[in-house]
């Protein structure tokens, strides 16, 4: 497992150093070539996470090493099922470089062990945290999107047909793929969250207990909860949306590392 661990880090970082030669060059084979070892590396990674959940009976979540790694093989998996509909090529030199950067903080962290319920080692926890680690990484993505998107805007707005504006797509799509990632994540959260409140009714006896971490957890999905029922009801589109999808991950990622490090 730690020489296939190995090699993703190393695919992973060959595809991040290729997506970035295919943003400065555009040159098409670059980019197939950066999409291959992309893949590859995934395909490593997934043999990682899959001996980690046979070893161990669940799905490798216990501590941060575990965890982000998980998420970087989840934010890779989300990017390679967009990239079948979408084939937004330039999206690859985010998203390879945030599954590079997880793989690697993974790689030094500590593994201490915790002991797990043996009530959660089975299909309930795979549901629940499966769904919350693929809901985050598509919003993830989305995060990634609105960036991309401000950035876009703002090089039509100046008027500078520059370096970002040549090898950004349209707003349209950005906007389409930001919303994709919406409709796909927040009913993974939901039910990440749905599914939390019921294992602290079970271990604790409680639904609810006002921790720092709960709370946040609760503001997230509602930021989340208002920007999806805007974009459904109001019609939001465009920089509003963006703005909003890039508070509510950096509301998601403090969240995330709160329960670690809180």
Known sequence: MNLLFALTMVFYVASSLGYQGYVLFQRRPVYRVASIILWVGFLCHTGVIALQYFEDGHIPVQNLHETLST??????????????????????????????????????????????????????????IGTLIVGNAALAIAFLLGIL??????????KKRGFFFQRLPSLNLLDSMGYSCLIAGFPMLTFGL??????????????????????????TWLVYAVLLHERLAVGWQGRRAAIMTIAGFLILLFTFFLRFLG
């Open 71 to 128: 998420f970087g093989w989840a934010v890779v998996c989300v990017f390679l099922i967009l990239q079948i509909k979408f084939h937004l090529m330039v999206l690859g030199a985010l998203v390879a470089p945030l599954a590079t950067l997880s793989v690697i903080i993974a790689s030094i962290l500590p593994k201490p062990l915790v002991e797990l319920d043996p009530l959660f080692k089975g299909l309930w926890r795979t549901f629940h």
């Open 149 to 158: 998107y401000l950035v876009q805007e703002k090089a039509i707005k100046d």
């Open 194 to 219: 749905v599914t939390g409140v019921i294992y602290a009714q079970m271990v604790h006896g409680r639904f609810w207990s006002w921790d720092p971490k709960e709370i946040f957890a609760g503001i």
